[in-house]
């Protein structure tokens, strides 16, 4: 059961607390390992139960709890959001992409399963997240079709992910601005963080006002994940981390370590932190467990 929202000032709590729920609800949406086509199942399930924080779909369950909405409007929305990330981290393992053998502390899809299977998985997960929200009937019709759009526009092009991970790609073994630098980490990590944070509020029903405010919240969290991520792949083990340490500077990849140093990254964290924090002044609902997620985003060790 996740702790109600007064009750749940600590991040690190909470999102535990959300893992469990969340996870008993994917066992339950994601095909069983024995039913046909097994291997494309059973690498689904290898990659989607293979651990992790449930960071996004933990944020969308704290924003819409924030703003009022019960767990069970909440989770198959939130379960939706993990089938998204997780499909997104299957393909960005691939060689042709980052080619990466380790993710979540253990082999990645295609080194388990080989590459066909882990496409198809990744392939697979995306399709099932929509089907996910359009068949959610404790949600409203028009709701539904506003978290796909939502969602479906996080994850694309030209503001989502997809965008984000090509101009990522792009701008390999070159020097970059900060301009562009940012754009790639608002677009290929942020932009699912804002999503998750704006869907839970969607789904609250609240005012534009909070809306808005949950946005600029969501779009400074984004971008203070992706800057302590690239701390941690200098700082972290792979014991720590679950997947290669040290691949960012190895594949010479644009991030705030290597355009601007440790030390200049570790302020600009926490200037961000500080703007993260201070978009939620302009709500007046209780935002102690956003504050408190923002907090341990800024601190974490993996």
């Known amino acids: 059961m996740i702790p109600a929202r007064q009750n749940s000032d600590d991040a690190r709590e909470f999102l535990a607390s959300c893992r469990a729920l969340i996870d008993s609800q994917l066992d339950l949406l994601i095909p069983k390992e024995s039913d046909e086509p097994q291997r494309v199942h059973a690498a689904i399930r290898w990659s989607v139960f293979a651990g992790g924080k449930r960071f996004r779909p933990g944020l969308l369950l ?27 981290l299957i393909h960005d393992d691939l060689p042709s992409m980052d080619d990466d053998d380790l993710r979540r502390g253990r082999p990645t899809c295609h080194i388990k399963f080989g590459e066909a299977t882990a496409i198809l998985a990744g392939d697979a997960l995306q399709a099932l997240a929509f089907q996910t929200i359009a068949e959610d009937e404790t949600l409203a019709p028009a ?5 796909t759009a939502e969602i479906a526009r996080a994850a694309g092009t030209p503001e989502g992910m997809v965008a984000g991970q090509a101009h990522d790609l792009d701008a390999e073994s070159r020097e970059v601005t900060r301009e562009e630098l940012e754009r790639i980490h608002r ?27 949950v946005t600029e919240y969501a779009n ?12 941690l792949d200098v700082t972290a083990t ?11 500077a190895r594949s010479r ?3 705030y370590p290597a355009v601007f140093g440790i030390a200049a990254t570790q302020e600009q964290s926490k200037a961000i932190h500080h703007a993260t924090c201070s ?3 302009r709500t007046d609902s209780p935002t102690n467990l956003l ?12």
């Open 238 to 248: 792979a014991e720590d981390l679950g997947k290669t340490p040290g691949k960012d």
């Open 143 to 147: 709701l539904r079709v506003r978290l």
């Open 62 to 88: 704290a924003t819409g709890q924030t703003f009022g909405a019960s767990p069970d409007d909440l989770l198959s929305t939130a379960c939706a959001l993990e089938m998204i990330h997780t499909y997104s």
């Open 291 to 302: 504050r408190s997620i923002a907090d341990f985003v800024l601190g974490r060790q993996a």
């Open 253 to 255: 990849k644009a991030t």
């Open 220 to 231: 400074n969290l984004g971008l203070l994940f992706q800057i302590t991520d690239d701390l």
């Open 187 to 213: 677009r290929k990590t942020g932009a699912l963080i804002r999503a998750a944070a704006r869907c839970g509020t969607m789904i609250a029903g609240t005012s534009e006002t909070d809306l808005d405010a």
């Open 279 to 281: 978009a939620l002044d």
